[in-house]
């Protein structure tokens, strides 16, 4: 039901997103819903939250790259794959969340913060193992997070990864020079 | 009521705005919006993206920059100012209704890939005129609108400019050397 709500979500946004729609793409009974997220569609927003972070961290922290620009594309092509599989329809839940809620109202926006800081985070400590410099490493993070969660947008009005390939490109350039491979992509297939 | 109806839009999203909220917010009498409405929500939320799209494009066509960082830094200066307006809770109406909306669906998305397109398209002019190669123009202005509205959903969950502020100086470092100015920041106050 979870991952249910999360691929909605992706696809609609929260507010567009009801409990009907999630128990009919689940396939669990109506009355489940309910009894599993008794305080409504915030709970059910949260546990697709924490459901998507926790798949992005490990994602990640799976990543076997060794240089900075292989820790970029790893994160990158996560996202590639979300964009791909949908024909850019997907976007990130996180950032669904965070577009139809309030800021600094309490609750939701107070889980979409330290989950995009736990990405960043993470991206920071694995470009400074990549050899980025300590001063540099979490500005490229913080840029390659918006970078991506700004091309989801824009692949899903152009229906295509085309934005995304543009914009990983483009995040590689921040690297410096010498964590960066001769190639500059990494060769993997891209469709545009 | 179309101004009212891009705020609201900006603050929560096209799903989540009402006809109510946006009577409400804009004093019309209750009435008038089914007058000026009559293909409803959908209507309103594409009426508020020409509306911003137009400012935006204005703002960026009255820019006295004649450097490209100078270009860069009028369109995130705009993007800054809705920010610091609102405390991060202000984003990107067409970002709004890009994540409320279906990809490939016929209606609001085809309003939303001309409207990043020109502004896209705008940006590599300007770049162009300010001295970036025609082959790096384009991509770096794909990547500064990506950014930005990246930036805009991080600003969100941080309640503040301060990833907006990082992005910005990612995107200038893009720019080739000869075309940055020394500093780097364009001096405008920044507050976190």
Redesign the interface.
């Known amino acids: 039901m979870v991952r249910s709500a999360a691929s909605l979500i992706r ?3 929260v ?2 997103t009801s409990f009907s729609e999630v128990v009919a793409a689940s396939g669990a009974p109506r009355g489940s819903i309910y009894h599993y997220f008794p305080d409504g569609k915030d709970q059910l927003a949260a546990d697709a939250i924490r459901w998507t972070s926790d798949r992005v961290l490990a994602h990640q922290r799976e990543c076997a790259a060794t240089s900075a620009a292989g820790v970029l594309e790893c994160f990158i092509d996560m996202w590639r794959q979300v964009v791909l599989s ?4 997907q ?1 990130c839940v996180v ?2 969340v ?7 109202e309490p609750g939701l ?1 107070d889980i ?2 330290p ?2 800081r736990s990405w960043i985070d993470l991206l920071t400590e694995q470009l400074k193992a990549g050899g980025v410099a300590k001063a540099r490493a ?3 993070a ?2 390659t ?7 989801l ?2 692949c ?4 295509s990864s085309g ?1 995304l390939e ?2 990983a ?3 590689k ?2 690297l410096p020079p010498e964590t960066t491979p001769a190639r500059g992509r990494s060769g993997l297939a891209t469709r545009g």
Chains 1, 2 share one sequence.
């Open positions: 696809t609609h946004g507010a567009a949908s024909d850019g329809a976007g950032a669904g965070a577009i139809d809620t309030y800021a600094r926006i979409v913060r989950t995009f979490l500005p490229i913080t840029a997070v918006a970078g991506m969660e700004g091309a947008i824009l899903r009005a152009e229906g934005p543009t914009v490109v483009e995040l350039r921040l």
